[in-house]
């Protein structure tokens, strides 16, 4: 089996805020496979990279994030210093030097991130396999299929990977991502017999990241990118 992929969660979230820029270069600094970044569409139209549906936890501002205008977030701080970033940016910043995983966060993020995708492809020289767009919200990864069935799609769970596995295959997804503390040698051999690549997150402590290397899921998703 190929090796496991490192994949950083938000960036690399133990080290600089989440979902930032920073966050992100560091990531890259620390030579990972893939980026994990959420994404929701905010008040004027754009996606922005944001972890929660409301502001207060990480900037200086507060109330729900698609209530604000691109032009408004850009006023705020994350943690007091940084930047809310746009999806752009961050493909900017990566640049196709990995694997970038979109997970669609907020309520109707998978037909603008469907077309952002596609102006990247045609325009910046991406591929789709330098893509998946994951999602817990089955309807927005079902509007992904309908739009655009090249576009790997990845099926988050933190419940029921056999529940994950039938989901999955009525989008042809590429990849289940279950919570660690759902995963089990069985079913990642369950989901792998059916052709899907399992990437597991949140994974940051050296014993679970043996054991789910033990296991053979394909990847790890880590605020930690660099302890793999």
């Known amino acids: 089996m190929s090796k496991c992929l490192v994949i950083g969660h938000r960036g690399a979230k133990a080290y600089v805020p989440e979902n930032t820029l920073e966050s992100i270069q560091h990531a890259l600094d620390f030579k990972v496979d893939g980026i994990e970044i959420d994404v929701h569409c905010c008040a ?16 200086n501002g507060e109330g729900e994030l698609a209530k604000h205008t691109l ?13 809310i970033p746009t999806l752009n940016e961050v493909l900017n910043l990566i ?7 979109i997970e669609l966060k907020g309520k109707g993020t998978a037909i603008a991130t469907c077309k952002t995708i596609q ?3 045609e325009t910046h020289g ?7 767009v994951s999602s817990f919200q089955h309807q927005e990864l079902e509007t992904v299929f309908k739009v655009n069935k090249d576009i790997p799609l990845g099926v988050l769970t933190k419940a029921n990977m056999v529940e994950a ?3 999955a295959k009525t989008i042809n ?26 990437n597991v997150w949140t994974v940051n402590d050296e014993e679970t990241i043996n ?3 033990d296991y053979g899921v394909n990847a790890i998703i880590s605020d930690n990118p660099d302890r793999l």
């Open 211 to 213: 054991r789910m290397k």
């Open 126 to 132: 991406w591929q789709y396999s330098d893509f998946l």
């Open 165 to 167: 596995i039938v989901f």
């Open 44 to 59: 004027s139209g754009e996606l922005v990279v944001f972890h929660d549906f409301t502001l207060d936890r990480m900037t």
């Open 71 to 83: 032009s408004e977030l850009k006023t705020l701080k994350v943690a007091q210093q940084f930047a």
């Open 95 to 101: 640049d196709k030097t990995c694997l970038l995983n």
């Open 173 to 198: 997804a590429k990849a289940i991502h279950p919570g660690a503390a759902i995963v089990t040698r069985d079913n990642v051999k369950l989901a792998q017999s059916k052709g899907y690549d399992v």
């Open 119 to 121: 102006h990247y492809i």
